[in-house]
């Protein structure tokens, strides 16, 4: 199974689960399987973790929450301001998976740190309402974007310093608009021109 990380965001992978190939919508969480081989392929969970889960109709659920998040990130990006419902959403799922904070010393020092405390499916949903929440709450709505490719599904968080990123990437969408420009231009005559600069 192909999973694309590329949305600089663990929400924004999770919406890439759905992808154009061939021409066709493919839907790439069919079984349960395909959960536990994208929560692992994403980091979400450790490799094993869903195994002997009770996760029979959970690709039903998990492709539900990831609908339901496109519509609220889709509607975030657009009008700057995340809906009620994505909001409740997101808390539904944070309660689900509490992250408890562990003491530990080691060699003189005291660190702290968090940790998921859910069983292991909500530790993923966990895990991607926290992604989507640090998005609503730290990131620009502008930057999150759909690949220019009007045959490509996958979205993206633009990470770049000049914010001009169009493509999910470059190896695919990108590579492929530019050789689609250069043989534009071969073909009207136009490569290899230049004006020259005294002129």
């Given at each position: 199974?192909?999973f ?11 919406l890439?689960?759905?992808?154009v190939q ?6 790439l ?15 979400a ?12 109709q959970?690709?039903e659920?998990?492709?539900?929450f990831?609908?339901t ?131």
């Open positions: 199974m192909s694309f990380f590329l949305g600089e965001r663990l929400a924004v992978d999770l890439n689960t759905v992808v061939d021409g066709r919508v493919r839907d969480l069919q079984g349960p399987r395909d959960v536990a081989a994208w929560a692992e392929a994403a980091g969970l450790p490799h094993g973790a869903l195994r002997g889960s009770p996760a029979g959970e690709p659920r998990l492709r539900g990831r609908e998040l496109r519509r609220g990130l889709v509607a975030w990006a657009a009008g700057g301001t995340p809906p009620r419902g994505l909001i409740a959403l997101l808390n539904r799922h944070l309660a689900r998976d509490p992250e408890v904070t562990e003491v530990t010393a080691s060699r003189g020092n005291v660190v702290t740190r968090r940790r998921p405390a859910g069983a292991p499916l909500d530790r993923l949903y966990g895990a991607v309402a926290r992604s989507v929440a640090e998005l609503l709450a730290g990131d620009d709505p502008r930057r999150l974007r759909k690949c220019a490719n009007p045959a490509c599904r996958l979205m993206f968080y633009d990470v770049s310093k000049a914010g001009r990123r169009r493509w999910c990437s470059m190896q695919t969408c990108g590579g492929q608009a530019k050789a689609r420009a250069f043989y534009r231009r071969r073909r009207d005559g136009s490569h290899g021109r230049r004006a020259d600069p005294l002129q």
